[in-house]
């Protein structure tokens, strides 16, 4: 009987461990090839070298002095700085973010690769010391610095330094910004300005003047607009760069890995921002080649049909879709 019964439950559990699918071997020495296919799959970034790492005492001092520069421009060159009085008070790390290191944060990293190049905006070739005396006229809304000063052979020593491990005509993974589908429709500064309120108001200002730092010598927060902002001729007064630039890393806590602002915020916040008022530079003798300016470059003229107003807040798409015609031609 007994066995009888041994019989009964065995006879089931055995078609079913006869019958189980069959597991795929796995051998260890495809490991690496895994390994290799998953690292080619991550997207690798550049890294900033670290200054730490400088031998040469001479050098080490000048790169310090640099960052220096770049992360508290205002208390040396600002309009109380203590060695000249050019700039409106920004830093140059309001726009590069943590000292031009930041990953699609403006960074530093393609610079001494590329530079000296031509640059279809000024329809010259420019060196690194042209193209940092733009961002102090332009961004800081200031005079340019002395070449041959300590300031710019410092700045300019710096950005060498950070862009060492990048190979001559290359660019770095991860500088510039990362790119941001066009819209479907034009920006909205209404919309804009719901996004500013809920978003950037708190650090910003209702007014977009920005925080100062309790001594007055540097902002916390940098005027997005008015007197003390970017003029009208920087980079970042192309709506479609601050767009992408807000994306990766607005408001405070967002990356590139994990944006807070959808794309259509990140859009119709830039028009918003870039609608107010500010400071007014010349631009007339930019883009000498009309045909090279940039889609939303927002004075004309223009070498195509598009009203100044579709260049500046869109629709984007069918400027570019004629300027892929016209190419072709």
Request: net charge neutral; with cysteine.
């Amino acid at each position: 009987m007994l066995v009888l019964i041994v019989i009964i439950f065995a006879l089931p559990l055995g078609y079913y461990l006869f019958n189980l699918p069959k597991r795929p071997k796995v051998k260890l020495a495809d490991t690496p090839a895994l390994i290799a296919e998953v690292k080619t799959v991550v997207q690798e970034f550049w890294l900033a070298p670290d200054v730490s790492t400088i031998s040469d005492a001479e050098l080490k001092s000048e790169v310090e002095y640099g960052k220096e520069l770049i992360v508290h421009t205002a208390k040396y060159l600002g309009p109380n700085g203590s060695v000249r009085q050019i700039s409106n008070g920004m830093n140059c790390q309001n726009c590069h973010l943590k000292a031009g290191t930041g990953i699609f944060a403006n960074n530093y990293g393609s610079v001494a690769s590329l530079y000296p190049k031509f640059r279809a905006r000024s329809g010259t070739d420019e060196g690194v010391e042209k193209r940092v005396n733009d961002c102090f006229e332009r961004s800081l809304n200031g005079s340019a610095l002395d070449t041959e000063s300590k300031e710019m052979k410092a700045i300019v020593a710096y950005i060498n330094f950070l862009g060492s491990n990048v190979k001559k005509g290359e660019k770095a993974a991860g500088s510039g910004f990362k790119d941001l589908a066009y819209l479907d429709r034009a920006v909205d500064q209404e919309k804009g300005m719901v996004v500013y309120i809920s978003k950037c108001q708190s650090c910003h200002q209702s007014d977009g003047s920005g925080v100062l730092n309790p001594d007055k010598t540097e902002y916390i927060f940098p005027p997005l607009w008015g007197k003390n902002s970017y003029n009208d001729g920087a980079g970042l007064y192309r709506i479609s760069n601050f767009a992408k630039y807000v994306k990766d890393n607005m408001p405070q806590g967002a990356t590139y890995e994990n944006p807070i602002l959808s794309d259509e915020e990140a859009w119709d916040v830039a028009a918003y921002i870039n609608s107010q008022t500010r400071p007014h530079i010349n631009v007339l003798k930019d883009w000498p080649d009309k045909s090279k300016k940039p889609i939303d470059h927002p004075f004309g003229p223009y070498s195509d049909k598009f009203t100044e107003k579709q260049h500046k807040y869109g629709p984007y798409k069918p400027i570019a879709e004629e300027q892929k015609k016209l190419l072709k031609l």
